[in-house]
C-alpha cells in the first residue's frame, strides 16, 4: 500500500487544507509543511522496500476501477520512476518551507494547489494503468497553471496562457494514441480491452508505419514538455514569471515528465520507430544544447539565464536517451534527478536575493560576496554542479551522456561537448558579475545573509549534489536493471546493430 499512501497523503493533506479558515495562515502553513514532510518520509519507506537487483515493477498494487472499461487503480514503481518519485516528495518539502514568509496573499489556495500537484506528479510516475496515466498527467497541468496566473510576475497571464496551449496541444495527441493502443491491447484473462501498461507494451507490436505515427503523437506531447528545441519557447516565459518555488517543481520535476514519457512509452513500445527517429531528436537534442547556452550567455535576468540552462541541460538528457545505450540512458536518467536538484537549488538561490532586492538583473548587483558570503559559496558550488565539475553530481550524469552519444553517435557527442564549455562561460561569467569586484550599489551594502531556513533549505540540496557527484553507485544500482529491461525491446525487435553495443 505504500505507493497508494504517497498519493494519498499529499492529495488528503491539500483537502485538509480547504477545510481551514483562510484566515489561520499559521495552521495553513504547518499542516502543508506536516503532509509533505509525510509525504518524503512514505518516499523514504518506498526507497528502503525496494530491491535493487530487480528490473521490473516493485510494491504493484491494483485494484478494478472501472471494470467495464478495462481501467483499473493499478500503481508501482521501478528503477526507472523511484527517484523521480523521491525528487518529487523532496523538492515539495524544500518549496513549502521556502514559500513560509514569501507567499502572503492566497496562502490557503496557494498551498492547497502545490500538495494537489504533488500527489498528480507521484501518480504520473507511478501509473501502470495508461487511462490513470493520463488524468495524474492532466491534473498537475492546472495547479502548475494557476501558480504562474496568480503568485507570478507581471507577465503572467501571457505566460501562463502560452504554457498551457502548448501542453494542452500535446495532450490531446497524445489520448489520440492511448485509444489507439486501448483498441489493440486486450487483457487474457477478460478477453476485454485494458489500459494495463505492461499488456499495451506487450502487445505493442506494431507495423513501422504505425508506430511511426504512434510515436509521433507520443513524441510530440512528451518533446514540448521537455522541452526540445523548437517546442521550447514556453519554457523562458513560464519560468521568469513563475513565484520561485513554482519554477523549482517546473524544472525539478515538471519537465521531467517528458523525458519520464519517452523512456516509459516510446522507447519501448515502438523500438522501431524510435530508431527511425534517432538521427532528427539527437540533432534537435544538440541545436537545443547549443541554442540554449548562446542564449543564456546574452540573458541580463539571472532567472531567465538559468531557464535558458535548462534548455541546454534537457538536450543532454534527450541526447543520452536516444543513444539507445546502456551509458547514455543511465546518464539521461541520472541526469534528470541532477537537473531537479541543481536547477531547483539555482532557482532557489535566485529567489532569495529576489525576495531582498525585488530585481534579478545582474546589473543591479556586483560584489555582494562581500555582503553575502554563505550565500556566495552555497551559490558557487551549485552553479559548478551545473557545469558538470568532477566531484559534483552534473559531472557523473554528462560523462555518462557523452560516453553513451560517443559510442553510438560520435560527431553529436563532440557538438555537445561545446555545450559544457558554453555552460562555463555563461554561468562564471554571471557570478563574476554579481558577486566579485567591489559593491556597485549602496542598497546591496544592507543585504543580509541566508537565514537559518535558507540555508537549511539550500544546504540539502547543495549536500546531495556532493553526495551523487561522489558516490552515485546507490542511484545507478537501482536504475540499471530497468534500463536493461528496456534496451530488451530493441533487442526483441531485432534492432542490434551498430545502435547498441
Same mark, same amino acid.
Given at each position: 500500500?505504500?505507493?497508494?499512501?504517497?498519493? !494519498?497523503?499529499?492529495?488528503?493533506?491539500?483537502?485538509?487544507?480547504?477545510?481551514?479558515?483562510?484566515?489561520?495562515?499559521?495552521?495553513?502553513?504547518?499542516?502543508?509543511?506536516?503532509?509533505?514532510?509525510?509525504?518524503?518520509?512514505?518516499?523514504?519507506?518506498?526507497?528502503?522496500?525496494?530491491?535493487?537487483?530487480?528490473?521490473?515493477?516493485?510494491?504493484?498494487?491494483?485494484?478494478?476501477?472501472?471494470?467495464?472499461?478495462?481501467?483499473?487503480?493499478?500503481?508501482?514503481?521501478?528503477?526507472?520512476?523511484?527517484?523521480?518519485?523521491?525528487?518529487?516528495?523532496?523538492?515539495?518539502?524544500?518549496?513549502?518551507?521556502?514559500?513560509?514568509?514569501?507567499?502572503?496573499?492566497?496562502?490557503?489556495?496557494?498551498?492547497?494547489?502545490?500538495?494537489?500537484?504533488?500527489?498528480?506528479?507521484?501518480?504520473?510516475?507511478?501509473?501502470?494503468?495508461?487511462?490513470?496515466?493520463?488524468?495524474?498527467?492532466?491534473?498537475?497541468?492546472?495547479?502548475?497553471?494557476?501558480?504562474?496566473?496568480?503568485?507570478?510576475?507581471?507577465?503572467?497571464?501571457?505566460?501562463?496562457?502560452?504554457?498551457?496551449?502548448?501542453?494542452?496541444?500535446?495532450?490531446?495527441?497524445?489520448?489520440?494514441?492511448?485509444?489507439?493502443?486501448?483498441?489493440?491491447?486486450?487483457?487474457?484473462?477478460?478477453?476485454?480491452?485494458?489500459?494495463?501498461?505492461?499488456?499495451?507494451?506487450?502487445?505493442?507490436?506494431?507495423?513501422?508505419?504505425?508506430?511511426?505515427?504512434?510515436?509521433?503523437?507520443?513524441?510530440?506531447?512528451?518533446?514540448?514538455?521537455?522541452?526540445?528545441?523548437?517546442?521550447?519557447?514556453?519554457?523562458?516565459?513560464?519560468?521568469?514569471?513563475?513565484?520561485?518555488?513554482?519554477?523549482?517543481?517546473? !524544472?525539478?520535476?515538471?519537465?521531467?515528465?517528458?523525458?519520464?514519457?519517452?523512456?516509459?512509452?516510446?522507447?519501448?513500445?515502438?523500438?522501431?520507430?524510435?530508431?527511425?527517429?534517432?538521427?532528427?531528436?539527437?540533432?534537435?537534442?544538440?541545436?537545443?544544447?547549443?541554442?540554449?547556452?548562446?542564449?543564456?550567455?546574452?540573458?541580463?535576468?539571472?532567472?531567465?539565464?538559468?531557464?535558458?540552462?535548462?534548455?541546454?541541460?534537457?538536450?543532454?538528457?534527450?541526447?543520452?536517451?536516444?543513444?539507445?545505450?546502456?551509458?547514455?540512458?543511465?546518464?539521461?536518467?541520472?541526469?534528470?534527478?541532477?537537473?531537479?536538484?541543481?536547477?531547483?537549488?539555482?532557482?532557489?538561490?535566485?529567489?532569495?536575493?529576489?525576495?531582498?532586492?525585488?530585481?534579478?538583473?545582474?546589473?543591479?548587483?556586483?560584489?555582494?560576496?562581500?555582503?553575502?558570503?554563505?550565500?556566495?559559496?552555497?551559490?558557487?558550488?551549485?552553479?559548478?554542479?551545473?557545469?558538470?565539475?568532477?566531484?559534483?553530481?552534473?559531472?557523473?550524469?554528462?560523462?555518462?551522456?557523452?560516453?553513451?552519444?560517443?559510442?553510438?553517435?560520435?560527431?553529436?557527442?563532440?557538438?555537445?561537448?561545446?555545450?559544457?564549455?558554453?555552460?562555463?562561460?555563461?554561468?562564471?561569467?554571471?557570478?563574476?558579475?554579481?558577486?566579485?569586484?567591489?559593491?556597485?550599489?549602496?542598497?546591496?551594502?544592507?543585504?543580509?545573509?541566508?537565514?537559518?531556513?535558507?540555508?537549511?533549505?539550500?544546504?540539502?540540496?547543495?549536500?546531495?549534489?556532493?553526495?551523487?557527484?561522489?558516490?552515485?553507485?546507490?542511484?545507478?544500482?537501482?536504475?540499471?536493471?530497468?534500463?536493461?529491461?528496456?534496451?530488451?525491446?530493441?533487442?526483441?525487435?531485432?534492432?542490434?546493430?551498430?545502435?547498441?553495443?
Amino acid at each position: 500500500m505504500i505507493i497508494s499512501l504517497l498519493i !494519498a497523503i499529499p492529495f488528503l493533506t491539500s483537502l485538509v487544507i480547504l477545510a481551514v479558515p483562510r484566515t489561520n495562515a499559521a495552521a495553513i502553513r504547518w499542516i502543508a509543511l506536516f503532509g509533505s514532510i509525510a509525504a518524503f518520509a512514505a518516499s523514504l519507506v518506498m526507497y528502503a522496500q525496494f530491491t535493487p537487483g530487480e528490473a521490473g515493477y516493485q510494491m504493484v498494487e491494483r485494484t478494478p476501477w472501472v471494470a467495464s472499461l478495462g481501467i483499473d487503480w493499478h500503481v508501482g514503481v521501478d528503477g526507472i520512476s523511484l527517484f523521480l518519485v523521491m525528487l518529487t516528495t523532496l523538492l515539495t518539502m524544500l518549496c513549502v518551507i521556502s514559500s513560509w514568509s514569501s507567499i502572503k496573499d492566497r496562502i490557503k489556495e496557494y498551498h492547497f494547489l502545490f500538495l494537489l500537484m504533488e500527489a498528480a506528479l507521484i501518480g504520473v510516475f507511478c501509473a501502470m494503468d495508461l487511462f490513470v496515466f493520463y488524468v495524474m498527467w492532466e491534473v498537475q497541468l492546472v495547479p502548475m497553471f494557476l501558480l504562474i496566473g496568480i503568485w507570478g510576475g507581471e507577465r503572467r497571464i501571457y505566460a501562463t496562457i502560452k504554457f498551457f496551449l502548448f501542453t494542452m496541444a500535446g495532450s490531446v495527441l497524445m489520448l489520440a494514441g492511448i485509444l489507439y493502443i486501448y483498441f489493440n491491447t486486450t487483457d487474457p484473462a477478460t478477453g476485454h480491452h485494458t489500459f494495463n501498461l505492461l499488456l499495451a507494451t506487450e502487445q505493442a507490436k506494431f507495423p513501422m508505419e504505425v508506430q511511426t505515427w504512434l510515436f509521433l503523437a507520443f513524441a510530440l506531447a512528451f518533446a514540448i514538455k521537455v522541452p526540445l528545441f523548437p517546442l521550447h519557447t514556453w519554457l523562458p516565459d513560464a519560468h521568469t514569471e513563475a513565484p520561485t518555488a513554482g519554477s523549482v517543481m517546473l !524544472a525539478g520535476v515538471l519537465l521531467k515528465l517528458g523525458t519520464y514519457g519517452f523512456l516509459r512509452f516510446c522507447l519501448p513500445m515502438f523500438p522501431g520507430a524510435a530508431t527511425k527517429f534517432v538521427p532528427l531528436i539527437s540533432v534537435l537534442a544538440v541545436i537545443g544544447i547549443l541554442y540554449g547556452a548562446l542564449m543564456a550567455m546574452i540573458q541580463k535576468d539571472i532567472k531567465r539565464l538559468v531557464a535558458y540552462s535548462s534548455v541546454a541541460h534537457l538536450g543532454f538528457v534527450m541526447l543520452g536517451t536516444f543513444a539507445l545505450n546502456m551509458e547514455g540512458l543511465s546518464g539521461s536518467l541520472l541526469q534528470q534527478v541532477n537537473h531537479g536538484i541543481s536547477t531547483g537549488a539555482l532557482f532557489l538561490l535566485v529567489g532569495v536575493i529576489y525576495d531582498r532586492r525585488h530585481t534579478r538583473l545582474q546589473a543591479d548587483y556586483g560584489g555582494i560576496a562581500k555582503v553575502m558570503p554563505v550565500y556566495a559559496v552555497l551559490f558557487l558550488i551549485v552553479a559548478l554542479s551545473s557545469i558538470g565539475l568532477p566531484g559534483l553530481n552534473g559531472f557523473v550524469g554528462e560523462f555518462l551522456i557523452l560516453l553513451g552519444a560517443f559510442a553510438a553517435h560520435p560527431m553529436y557527442a563532440v557538438f555537445a561537448t561545446a555545450g559544457i564549455i558554453f555552460a562555463a562561460v555563461y554561468l562564471l561569467w554571471m557570478y563574476q558579475r554579481v558577486f566579485f569586484g567591489q559593491v556597485t550599489h549602496e542598497i546591496n551594502l544592507g543585504l543580509k545573509d541566508v537565514t537559518l531556513r535558507e540555508g537549511l533549505v539550500i544546504g540539502t540540496l547543495v549536500a546531495l549534489t556532493i553526495l551523487i557527484g561522489v558516490y552515485p553507485d546507490p542511484l545507478l544500482s537501482r536504475m540499471q536493471p530497468s534500463l536493461n529491461l528496456l534496451l530488451s525491446h530493441f533487442q526483441g525487435a531485432g534492432i542490434t546493430q551498430t545502435l547498441l553495443p
